[in-house]
Each structure stands twice: as structure tokens, then as C-alpha cells.
């Protein structure tokens, strides 16, 4: 009996050693690679507002020559894309809208008064703002040289 215990304990030791070890291992490939959590390497960010300043939702869209694309969404008039394509890229401003617009009109910002205190109003952030002219879903005279690291672009976009 004695010496099963014993046999018991060593194996246990065994397995946590080489847990540990394995742990150990993991924890340096992590460090040597560098954590993909740690963010983006490259970030555009900016504004996206109509020339009269009302800010714009809808999708902006970075493409280069090759095609590869990079997406985010404008909210608020603010946009951030994380690792966009690098060189001379296309910028298309598209609506969030279904084709035709939303059921029942306008949706209302935050701002409208008749929505100030309603508490059953799902209206959110990502809905605030006026949708951007169908001319610049398409090409258009919009472009920005990305090159790396932390930059800003404004977009101003006429009617």
C-alpha cells in the first residue's frame, strides 16, 4: 500500500513539473511574439462631417490599387480603422441605410426633443447623424497616403 501512494505521488509531481514546464514555455513564445492584444500597429482616425458640419454615419472604406480594403463604420461623425491598407488609398463614404431608408421616415438623433426623455426610444449612437450622398459609395475625388503608425484624416464631404 505504501508503495502505491508513493507511485501515486511521483506521477502527480510528474504531471505538475510538466505543467509548469509547459506554462513556462508558453509564457516566452507569448513575450518572444509579441501579444496580439496589444493593438494595432497602424490607425487612421478622424472626422466625417457634411461641408455644412453636421457629422455623417455611414461606413468609410479605404481601398488601394490592389483592392485590399480596410472598413469601419462613422459614428457620431468620428471613424477609427485599425491597420488600414498602406500607400495612396480610395476612401468611399457608404450609407448604413437599407436602400430606401429606414420604415416610418427619418430616424430621430438623441437631439430631437420629442425623444430627450423617452425612455422607450432605441435610438443609439451609431444612428446619430445624417447619411452621406450616394456620389461618394462610388468612385470619387477622396484619397489619403497611408503611411503607418497613428494618423488622422478628416473627411468633409460636399452635397
Known amino acids: 500500500m505504501y ?3 508513493s ?3 511521483q506521477g502527480l509531481s510528474f504531471v505538475a513539473r510538466t505543467s509548469c514546464r509547459l506554462a513556462l514555455l508558453l509564457s516566452l513564445i507569448v513575450v518572444a511574439t509579441g501579444c496580439p492584444a496589444s ?3 497602424n490607425v487612421v482616425s478622424g472626422t466625417v462631417k457634411m461641408s455644412s458640419g453636421e457629422n455623417v ?3 468609410v472604406v479605404f481601398r488601394n490599387a490592389e483592392g485590399k480594403e480596410g472598413t469601419t463604420m462613422s459614428s457620431n461623425g468620428k471613424y ?3 491597420n ?3 500607400g495612396e488609398v480610395k476612401i468611399y463614404v457608404k450609407s448604413s441605410m437599407p436602400p430606401g431608408g429606414p420604415k416610418g421616415g427619418l430616424i430621430k438623433g438623441p437631439t430631437d426633443p420629442k425623444l430627450k426623455d423617452d425612455p422607450t426610444s432605441k435610438v443609439g449612437a451609431a444612428e446619430t447623424g445624417v447619411q452621406p450622398p450616394a456620389k461618394y459609395a462610388k468612385d470619387n475625388e477622396l484619397k489619403f497616403t497611408v503611411k503607418g503608425g497613428k ?3 478628416n473627411i468633409t464631404l460636399t452635397p
Do not use: D, N, V
Open 84 to 86: 488600414p491598407p498602406l
Open 3 to 5: 508503495q502505491s501512494a
Open 57 to 59: 454615419t455611414g461606413e
Open 80 to 82: 477609427s480603422l485599425e
Open 7 to 9: 507511485l501515486s505521488r
Open 151 to 153: 494618423e488622422t484624416f
Open 39 to 41: 493593438g494595432a500597429k
